[in-house]
T-cell receptor, first 117, second 111 residues
Framework: GAVVSQHPSRVICKSGTSVKIECRSL??????MFWYRQFPKQSLMLMAT?????????EQGVEKDKFLINHASLTLSTLTVTSAHPEDSSFYIC?????????????FGPGTRLTVT | TQLLEQSPQFLSIQEGENLTVYCNSS?????LQWYRQEPGEGPVLLVT?????EVKKLKRLTFQFGDARKDSSLHITAAQPGDTGLYLC???????????FGKGTLLTVNP
């Protein structure tokens, strides 16, 4: 149980284009999902909290117009990197919280490696 | 935002040795999770500790939550090369369920 998938696993795009990353909870419902960014050999940096049916809450310093988040259902959240630049290249990871469990555990997707050329 | 200090940041040991990773904070956490991450993959939950003084064991891994719920440790006995990875502690913040992550400990176990 508690499986989270991400798609795509790897994506290469040209500078100036937009990229959409999907995060799905496969066997549970998640009212709350989280999007993280991770640089090599470093810890996870929380970008935003995605809430089903409402606007995402962004962390300080994260541009909401650049990183668009949509949490349209209890099993799907998407992150769109708009007008991507090489500095947006990173490992993006989502996580989901099983709200029926009542606990704080987050279950992570396998990550998406974004390379902007 | 609560801060979580994790140490050591890097650890390279020989197979069979024991090791301990520490997470410390000046703030109290509702719960604390330990994750293990391999390169190119997402973190995998190892354990959640909730009660002050709690000790949990997972095979050769022993997790402890401090009495005041401000610190935690992960002890690995007789480390194996398969234990190699990035170990992350994360503390839960209040009702919004956000996790504050430590900087991670990159463990390398050499055969």
């Amino acid at each position: 149980g508690a499986v989270v998938s991400q798609h795509p696993s790897r994506v290469i795009c040209k500078s100036g284009t937009s990229v959409k990353i999907e995060c799905r909870s496969l066997d549970f419902q998640a009212t709350t999902m989280f999007w993280y960014r991770q640089f090599p050999k470093q810890s996870l940096m929380l970008m935003a909290t995605s809430n089903e049916g409402s606007k995402a809450t962004y962390e300080q310093g994260v541009e909401k117009d650049k990183f668009l988040i949509n949490h349209a259902s209890l099993t799907l959240s998407t992150l769109t990197v708009t007008s991507a630049h090489p500095e947006d290249s990173s490992f993006y990871i989502c996580s989901a919280r099983d709200h029926t469990g009542g606990g704080y555990e987050q279950y992570f997707g396998p990550g998406t490696r974004l390379t902007v050329t | 935002t609560q801060l979580l200090e994790q140490s050591p940041q890097f650890l390279s040991i020989q197979e069979g040795e024991n090791l301990t990773v520490y997470c410390n904070s000046s703030s109290v956490f509702s719960s604390l999770q330990w994750y293990r991450q391999e390169p190119g993959e997402g973190p995998v939950l190892l354990v959640t500790v909730v009660t002050g003084g709690e000790v949990k064991k997972l095979k050769r891994l022993t997790f402890q939550f401090g009495d005041a719920r401000k610190d935690s440790s992960l002890h690995i006995t007789a480390a194996q090369p398969g234990d190699t990875g990035l170990y992350l502690c994360a503390g839960a913040e209040g009702s919004n369920y956000k996790l504050t992550f430590g900087k991670g400990t990159l463990l390398t176990v050499n055969p």
